[in-house]
Nanobody
Framework: QVQVVESGGGVVQAGGALRLSCAAS????????MGWYRQAPGKERELVAA???????NFADSVKGRFAISRDNAKNTVYLQMNSLKPEDTAVYYC?????????????????WGQGTQVTVSL
């Protein structure tokens, strides 16, 4: 069993930056693919960024060039650095973990989810 806990959300002005953290329990964190997703009111959850156990990354087109994902296996933590934030980035951001990269990349059959952290970008 893996527990995933997000932190770092908050309110920021447009153009600002935030860094989200996702701490995962377990001694095999380095084996897990990790993903960040978001869900805005009235919209479906979508993939924002993902990182494989080997460090390969994937980003939604809407955040390419603005967001970065990284992982620190020694700290069992994955980060989402969000720069040049826009009001349309406002959403609840979720972190997830799965041993299968395909599950993370497609958001299907993902094993472990966090509770989410709210990000609000104001004008």
């Amino acid at each position: 069993q893996v527990q995933v806990v997000e932190s770092g959300g908050g309110v920021v002005q447009a153009g600002g930056a935030l860094r989200l953290s996702c701490a995962a329990s377990g001694r095999t964190f380095s084996s897990y693919a990790m993903g960040w997703y978001r869900q805005a009111p009235g919209k479906e959850r979508e993939l924002v960024a993902a990182i494989s156990s080997g460090g390969s990354t994937n980003f939604a087109d809407s955040v390419k060039g603005r967001f970065a994902i990284s992982r620190d296996n020694a700290k069992n933590t994955v980060y989402l650095q969000m720069n040049s934030l826009k009001p349309e980035d406002t959403a609840v951001y979720y972190c997830a973990a799965d041993l299968n990269w395909g599950h993370i990349a497609t958001m299907e059959l993902v094993d472990y989810w966090g509770q989410g952290t709210q990000v609000t970008v104001s004008l």
